[in-house]
Every structure is written in structure tokens, then in C-alpha cells.
């Protein structure tokens, strides 16, 4: 159903014509997650290194080879000479068989083999013992899977911290053209009274002026807002794989802000379930798993097989023949343990780098994870700042209108009442948005 609702979602980006759409930050992190290309890419390589599990499973299995050879040689690989002659003929009398009156004549014969053959055979080896070494590289490629599972896990972090970054960062441009809408329905009220009162005698004309100039300075932000608004959302449209579309609009829930404390964890009790830190527990066993398969390099191997083969003497007259025969292979290297030794302690060397290297990331991933958590306080002991201040120059703008009002100060006393309040205004959007990305940002390296 979830997937449906993303499905109908994309359809409505991708066809403007049909009427705005309006999306929240869950529907962006779900499309992101679904149509980026670094989220399909890592997919596709966890599906490589499940392949290469399946295809490392089958060293388990006989290897079954066939072959076919035939030849024709210019000259007999084999030639048999016999010189001729008389031959005595036995007439079954021992007596006469030394000193035999009777003689047959055989010609020379002269014959040639092997110079048709045909062979074929097939052989089926099962390995026996490899020193660990089909075992092992399973292992490995089991171990790859799971790395793959993970970094696919990161990936997708990434892109969903991206892709709400970019949305927060289009709700703070819509906010801000929100806030700079009512302050041109201000000035538009203002200068109509400034020019009723410049057309009874009671300002001067540079009032009128002031107004009129602010008011043309607003236009030109209203313009780059615009385009601002544009770049902002063609990013987020490249990240969650939508094509753009300026009708789409992001709904805002920047007044629903929870306290931080509703989403503190220990951070010791998440440290094993970040997926960083797991990958560096696969490096280390990965390491080990090297060393290991290395080791089986140096190991006999045994292998029993059998072979089946078949003859044939083309145009000799003779008929073709078959045969069969078991066997066993021991293979033992015996200069390679020259060098062995120390290749080994490398690998041993490097295990222990790893294994530091995993010791090491505890250290950094609990950083990482207090940096986040001070962010997200400080974020919001930052927004109830700017809230206060909001409601002082809300106060302070109604006060310097009826001043205002009353002839107390000056059009550029008001003014600036004004642009008080909406850069406050500002401030508070950027605060707040930075809020929700930073608690986003928290809940990432806190493993949820």
C-alpha cells in the first residue's frame, strides 16, 4: 500500500499539468530512498555480492571437465617396419621342428599408426582438503554480503538526511516569501496613509519617497526568493528522482517542535548497533579471514577423481577403444614456505592495525553522537530565544506604529521597527528548520 501511495506520488510530480501536489518531509525521505541513483547503485551491488556468494558456494561441488581432440598427421606418429622372407612351417612333429624342409615367404610389412585419432574424456575431480582455503573464501564472500547490507544502510541515511536538508531548506524560502508577503501588504497600507498625509500638507515629500523605495527593494528580494525557490526545489527533485515541477508544494509543520529529551538514548547502549561501527567489526574479521585463506595457500591439497576416455584410430582398421580409471591428487608446496612466514606476520600485523582501528571508532562514533545530541539542545534553547525576541519586536512594531500615528517618530523609525520583526522572523524558520534536520541528523547516529 505504502509503496502505491509513493508510486501515485511520483506520477503527480512528473505530470504538473494536473494541479499541485504537495508532499511532506516522510513522502520526500520514501521517494528518496526509492529512486536514487547511490540508493540503486548500492542495492545493486549487495545483489553482486550475494551473485558472488553463490558462484564462491559451488568450490564445494566436483569440477567435471571434457575435452575432444582430433588430428590427422602429415606422417604416422608410429610406424612399424618387419622385413620379410622364408618362414619354416611347423608340421606338428617335434622331431622335425629344428631341422624343417618346409618354408613359407612372408613380404615386408611396413605400418603406420596414429596418424587418425580421435580422443575424448571426461574427468570429475572432488576436492577433499584445501587447507581450509574453500571454506574460508566462503566466509568472505558471506562477509562481503553483510558489508554490502550495511554500507547499503548508510547510503540510504545519507540520502534521506540530503534529501530533508533540501526540504527544509524550500520550506524556509516559502516561509520567507510567506513573511515578505505581509510586509508589502504593510508598506502598501503605509504608503497610502504616508501619501493622504503628503496630500494634506502634514509630511514632506521624502516620506513619500522612503516608502515608495522600500517598497521597489521589496520587489527585487520577491524576485530572488522566487529563483532561490526554484534552485532549492530542482535539487530536492535530482535527490528523491522526480522530475521538477513548480506547482509542487511542501507542507510546513515547523510549529510541531518536540523537546529534546524525548529523544535522548544512552549512547553506549546504541554504540553496537550503528552500522559504522559494525562495519568496522566486518574490516577486523575480514582481516582475519585473509590471514587465514593465506595460510591454506601453504596447505597440502587432496582431491580424488575419476577420468573415462575414448579412442579412435580413423581409416586404421582398427576399432575404437574406451577406458576408465580413479585417482587421487596430493599437492604439497614446498618453496612457497620460504617466504610464508613472513607474509603471514604482515597479515598478522595488519589485523592488529584493524583491530585498533575498530577501538579507535568507538571513540569517535560516541563523539559523533554527543555532537549531535549538543546540536539539537542548543537549536532549541536557540529557538525559545528568537521566540522571545519575536514577541519583543512584535511589541516594539505596534508601539512604533502608534507612535507613528501620533506624530512621537519618524516614517524611518517605523520602518525599521518593521525590518526588526522580519528579520527575527527569518531567524526563527532557519532555527526551527535547522531543529528538524539536526533531530534527523540524531536519530541517524543513535541507530533509529
Not at 134 to 153: D, G, P
Not at 374 to 395: G, S
Amino acid at each position: 500500500m505504502k509503496n502505491l501511495q509513493i508510486l501515485v506520488l511520483i506520477l503527480a510530480i512528473m505530470h504538473s499539468g494536473y494541479g499541485q501536489t504537495q508532499l511532506t518531509v516522510e513522502q520526500i525521505k520514501s521517494m528518496a530512498v526509492k529512486n536514487n541513483s547511490k540508493v540503486k547503485n548500492s542495492t545493486l551491488e549487495l545483489e553482486a555480492a550475494k551473485e558472488s556468494k553463490q558462484e564462491m558456494f559451488t568450490n564445494y561441488f566436483p569440477k567435471v571437465t571434457a575435452s575432444a581432440l582430433g588430428m590427422k598427421a602429415i606422417d604416422p606418429l608410429l610406424e612399424i617396419k618387419m622385413k620379410g622372407g622364408n618362414l619354416p612351417v611347423y608340421d606338428g612333429n617335434p622331431a622335425n621342428l629344428a631341422g624343417a624342409s618346409q618354408f613359407a615367404y612372408m613380404p615386408d610389412v611396413n605400418m603406420g599408426l596414429f596418424n587418425q585419432v580421435g580422443l575424448g574424456y571426461l574427468n570429475v575431480l572432488q576436492p577433499v582438503y584445501a587447507g581450509g582455503k574453500i571454506k574460508t573464501a566462503n566466509n568472505l564472500t558471506s562477509l562481503n554480503v553483510e558489508v554490502k547490507e550495511r554500507q547499503q544502510h548508510l547510503t540510504a541515511d545519507e540520502i534521506i538526511l540530503t534529501a530533508e536538508q533540501q526540504y527544509w531548506q524550500v520550506v524556509i524560502v516559502q516561509e520567507k516569501q510567506k513573511t515578505l508577503e505581509g510586509y508589502i501588504q504593510f508598506l502598501d497600507t503605509l504608503y497610502r496613509q504616508v501619501s493622504a498625509a503628503f496630500k494634506s500638507g502634514m509630511i514632506i515629500k521624502n516620506d513619500l519617497l522612503k516608502v515608495t523605495i522600500k517598497q521597489q527593494e521589496l520587489q527585487v528580494s520577491k524576485i530572488q526568493l522566487a529563483n532561490e525557490r526554484k534552485l532549492a526545489l530542482m535539487r530536492l527533485c535530482q535527490t528523491i528522482g522526480a522530475e521538477y515541477n513548480p506547482e509542487i508544494s511542501l507542507s510546513s509543520s515547523l510549529a510541531d517542535l518536540s523537546e529534546p529529551g524525548n529523544y535522548f538514548v544512552a549512547h553506549n547502549t546504541v554504540l553496537a548497533n550503528r552500522a559504522e561501527y559494525q562495519l568496522f567489526e566486518k574490516a577486523a574479521e575480514a582481516s582475519r579471514l585473509e590471514t587465514k585463506l593465506k595460510r591454506a595457500d601453504y596447505m597440502p591439497s587432496l582431491g580424488v577423481g575419476v577420468t573415462a576416455y575414448y579412442m579412435d584410430q580413423f581409416e586404421s582398421g582398427l576399432s575404437g577403444a574406451g577406458n576408465g580409471m580413479a585417482y587421487a591428487s596430493l599437492n604439497v608446496p614446498i618453496s612457497d614456505w620460504w617466504g610464508a612466514k613472513h607474509k603471514l606476520n604482515e597479515l598478522k600485523l595488519r589485523e592488529s592495525i584493524t583491530k585498533n582501528s575498530l577501538e579507535e571508532s568507538k571513540g569517535l562514533l560516541l563523539l559523533q553522537m554527543e555532537k549531535a545530541w549538543t546540536d539539537i539542545v542548543e537549536l532549541d534553547q536557540k529557538i525559545h530565544l528568537i521566540q522571545a525576541m519575536l514577541l519583543q519586536t512584535q511589541e516594539n512594531l505596534a508601539v512604533s506604529q502608534k507612535s507613528y500615528n501620533n506624530g512621537m517618530i519618524q516614517l524611518s523609525d517605523l520602518l525599521e521597527a518593521q525590518v526588526l520583526k522580519i528579520e527575527t522572523c527569518d531567524k526563527l524558520i532557519e532555527a526551527k528548520s535547522q531543529y528538524k534536520t539536526a533531530l534527523t541528523k540524531y536519530l541517524q547516529v543513535t541507530a533509529r
